[in-house]
């Protein structure tokens, strides 16, 4: 439209000329230097009406998959000139999408500020990064259009929601399910278990002074009543091995397992952290801290396929050093001897294994299923085509609290 209008002014000054021309009237030379000229005037003066202006955007931090939230948008016009017509968008993420972050502010006036919002809708997990900032307006007679953007972008964490499921870790090597901790005075009728770190709350008295001298740090009797969920939750990353798009893709299906088995573990105060190697690690190292659990969300929310297969290596690095009989939650779609050679891996190390097998829509995986059972893992096939609530024969709903 715009290239439309320069072109008639264009092609009217040279009608013009070639009439005063032809028929030599003064007059038309002096209408067709002023249409030729009227474009450039009014491009050079149309180049200050975004300057000075002032734009800001306030989001929220964090915000959990399926959750809405305000972005307020801040324009404000500090200088003496009032502004018309004024043009603002904000850019999103594709998964974002159908959002319209685009505004018209008609009149600003000298020293006024406008405050916009529109609303942040959310699907899937992931970093949903905002910006940057673009405003536009056109000069008075419409022939240009002046754009200025802002570089500063926001960047929102969508956290995988956990849905309520069954327990997903395994049973302990006495068919045990994993329980929240007693902390026990007494040791009368307790079994003896093992010795592990010292954890705040322990009672001094169970204090294994031996192992605690050569150790260099405290060690405590832990017995059979006390069990707790010590655990890894072990997200397969590698993009080859996953398929679908969206929320029944088996990555996005696998990351609801694994944000489901971490509340799990908060619930039940547990020792738990993640391995997830992808281009970056988002790993969570094993603490017992409050804090424990947003660490693993975030580390799931941010976490993308790679297609360097380096899952095998990371697994067996980052299991080393963790208890016997601690229990390993594999959540993977691989059905090769690479995953059969980690699944050996875990249990040479005494740990105690829950393989969940991510099938994408009409695949099937029994052969593979037989075979880690041979080996002594706990197995469980998962339909990624699906809702998981519908495979663990629950109704719907979800885990909203972080």
């Known amino acids: 439209m715009e290239r439309s209008k320069r072109h008639a002014l264009l092609w009217a000054a040279f009608f013009l000329f070639l ?4 028929l030599h009237i003064r007059q038309m030379f002096y209408m067709s230097a002023a249409a030729a000229m009227l474009w450039p005037i009014s491009l050079l003066l149309g180049r200050r009406k975004l300057a000075g202006l002032e734009l800001s955007r306030s989001a929220p931090k964090a915000l959990q998959a399926g959750e809405a939230a305000d972005v307020k948008l801040r324009l404000i016009n500090p200088t003496r000139t009032k502004r018309l017509f004024v043009q603002l968008t904000d850019a999103l993420p594709a998964k974002a999408a159908g959002v319209d972050p685009s505004f018209i502010v008609p009149n600003l006036e000298a020293g006024a500020e406008v405050e916009l919002s529109y609303v942040l809708r959310t699907s899937l997990r992931g970093v949903y990064r905002l910006g940057p900032l673009l405003l ?6 419409g022939l240009s ?13 969508v956290y995988p929601t956990p849905v309520p499921l069954p327990p997903l870790w395994p049973p302990d090597a006495a068919g ?7 902390r026990v005075v007494g040791d009368d009728g307790l079994d003896f278990y093992g010795i592990r770190e010292y954890v705040p709350g322990d009672d001094l008295r169970r204090v294994h002074w031996k192992t605690t001298a050569r150790m260099d740090e405290l060690m405590t009797v832990q017995f059979t009543k006390e069990q707790s969920l010590e655990g890894t939750i072990i997200l397969d990353l590698h993009a080859k091995s996953h398929a679908g798009e969206g929320l029944f893709s088996t990555l996005e299906q696998g990351v609801l397992l694994a944000a489901t088995a971490a509340r799990q573990a908060d619930v039940l105060a547990g020792d738990v952290g993640l391995i997830a190697v992808g281009d970056e690690d988002y790993s969570v190292p094993v603490a017992l801290s409050v804090d424990q659990y947003r660490a693993i969300l975030e580390g799931l929310a941010r976490a993308e396929p790679t297609p360097a297969d380096n899952w095998p290596d990371a697994v067996v690095e980052r299991i080393a050093g963790r208890p016997p009989r601690g229990a390993a939650l594999v959540i ?18 005494d740990q105690v294994v829950s393989w969940m097998v991510l099938e994408p829509a009409g695949a099937t995986a029994a ?3 037989a075979q880690l059972q041979s080996l002594g893992c706990h197995v469980r096939t998962i339909d990624c085509s699906l809702p998981l609530q519908a495979q663990f024969g629950i109704g719907q709903g979800s885990y909203a609290q972080t």
Do not use: C, K
């Open 136 to 141: 536009q307006a056109a000069e008075t007679l």
């Open 19 to 22: 009439v005063g021309f032809m």
């Open 176 to 182: 045990h399910r994993p329980h929240r901790a007693l």
């Open 367 to 369: 052969a593979f299923v």
């Open 332 to 349: 993977s779609p691989r059905t090769d001897e690479t995953a059969l050679t980690v699944a050996g891996q875990l249990l040479a190390r």
């Open 145 to 157: 259009t002046f754009s200025r953007q802002f570089e500063r972008s926001d960047e929102v964490i």
